[in-house]
Every structure is written in structure tokens, then in C-alpha cells.
């Protein structure tokens, strides 16, 4: 079983739609991230939270500490949020290094 | 099967000193690598891409350089760091062509500059 896990692995959405991206782990973390690759590019670094909610623009990223699961929100989408959403992990232990999960694709229709 | 190399896996090193970091990927051809840096309480930050021997592209200006003398080989370096420079370091590699191109990530380096 793999340490970071996402749902769904892949999505597809009408313009205008709430989506909700999730990640669980299975180990303890000092900091959780969430990343965007669009398409031929490299990765985006979204959002690093360790404890409660972030908000940028329409993106909004939750954790829960206790249930080891985060929340990638994104309002009103748009074609343009199509990507894939990476969420990854920093190890409290082994030297903090990153896990990855296996990454959502999103596809958002006009 | 396709594996991705990074040395040295920490680093401890002198403000001032010089920096050379090696990445190497196995079992393909003509991949695009990329350069990543996770500093201290911040998200992963694209330093630089390469598309091809010899083509850089570098996103964030600042005191590092990239070079790319073989196929598979990614080298990220510095002639003098600042401690501002200290951080985790990815590397990692896709396959080229249109559409969506998974990135796979090295184990990454660890530097402390102090």
C-alpha cells in the first residue's frame, strides 16, 4: 500500500463545478503539499499546510492531522484548472524527505 | 525499467564553498529532466528544466546553474552558495511529447549551508 494515497486518480468536470480532490497518509508528516503539473510543464507548488485550511484564489487545501487526510477544493472551476494535482508528504523522520502520491488528473470541459 | 539517481543524498557545506549536485536517469532516452528545491517551510520550486543536451531553462534567477553535458545526466551547481541556498533538492525526469507527462522524482539531496 502505497504511503500517499489520492482520489479519484482521474476526473473529469463541467465548467463552473465544486471539485474535491483527497489524499490520505500513512505515516507522520511535518508539512503536506499540494502541487499542479499542467501539461508538458514543470510542477507548481499549490499549497504547504501542516495543520487547518489555506485559501488561494479558488484553490482551498484542508488537513486533518488526526485522520491523516487532506482536501484540495477548488470553486467554480475552469478549463484552465485542467492538471494533474499532486499531493506529497515531508516525513517527520528520514530527513524530512517527500513522498509523493500518484497524482489526480483533472480534466475540466467547457 | 526506469530509475532515477541523485548524489550526494545530504550535504553539509561551508557558506561560500562551491556546489555540484549530480542526477542521472536510467533506462530511457532524450528524457526532459527538471531541477526542484523545497527550502525550509516553503513548497517545491522549479529551478530549471532541460529539454534536450546543453538547453537550459531556467525559471527563478538566483545563484545557481544547471548544466546538462550528457543525455541523462543533470548536473546543478554553484560557484559560491549563501546560506539562503540551503534546502531539499529533486531532480527529476518525463518522457517528452504533447499531453500530460508524469514527472518521476529522484530521492533527492539534502543541503545544509552554514
Known amino acids: 500500500k502505497n504511503e500517499v494515497e489520492q482520489s479519484p486518480q482521474n476526473l473529469t468536470a463541467q465548467e463552473g463545478e465544486f471539485i474535491t480532490i483527497n489524499c490520505s497518509y500513512s505515516?507522520?508528516?511535518?508539512?503536506l503539499h499540494w502541487l499542479q503539473q499542467h501539461p508538458g510543464g514543470g510542477i507548481v507548488s499549490l499549497f504547504m499546510?501542516?495543520?487547518g485550511k489555506k485559501k488561494h484564489g479558488r484553490l482551498i487545501a484542508t488537513i486533518n492531522i488526526q485522520e491523516k487526510h487532506s482536501s484540495l477544493h477548488i470553486t467554480a472551476s475552469h478549463p484552465r484548472d485542467s492538471a494533474v494535482y499532486i499531493c506529497?508528504?515531508?516525513?517527520?523522520?528520514?530527513?524530512?524527505?517527500?513522498?509523493f502520491g500518484k497524482g489526480t488528473k483533472l480534466s475540466v470541459k467547457p | 525499467s526506469q530509475t532515477i539517481h541523485q548524489w550526494p543524498a545530504t550535504l553539509v557545506q561551508p557558506v561560500g564553498s562551491p556546489l555540484s549536485l549530480e542526477c542521472t536517469v536510467e533506462g530511457t532516452s532524450n528524457p526532459n529532466l527538471y531541477w526542484y528545491r523545497q527550502a525550509a517551510g516553503r513548497g517545491l520550486q522549479l529551478l530549471f528544466y532541460?529539454?534536450?543536451?546543453?538547453?537550459i531553462s531556467s525559471e527563478v534567477p538566483q545563484n545557481l546553474s544547471a548544466s546538462r553535458p550528457q543525455d541523462r545526466q543533470f548536473i546543478l551547481s554553484s560557484k559560491k552558495l549563501l546560506l539562503s541556498d540551503s534546502g531539499f533538492y529533486l531532480c527529476?525526469?518525463?518522457?517528452?511529447?504533447?499531453?500530460?507527462?508524469?514527472?518521476?522524482f529522484g530521492p533527492g539531496t539534502r543541503l545544509l549551508v552554514l
Open positions: 527529476a525526469w518525463s518522457t517528452r511529447g504533447p499531453g500530460w507527462e508524469t514527472q518521476y
Open positions: 532541460s529539454v534536450g543536451i546543453g538547453q
Open positions: 506529497a508528504v515531508n516525513r517527520r523522520t528520514s530527513q524530512g524527505n517527500l513522498i
Open positions: 499546510l501542516s495543520s
Open positions: 505515516v507522520g508528516i511535518s508539512a
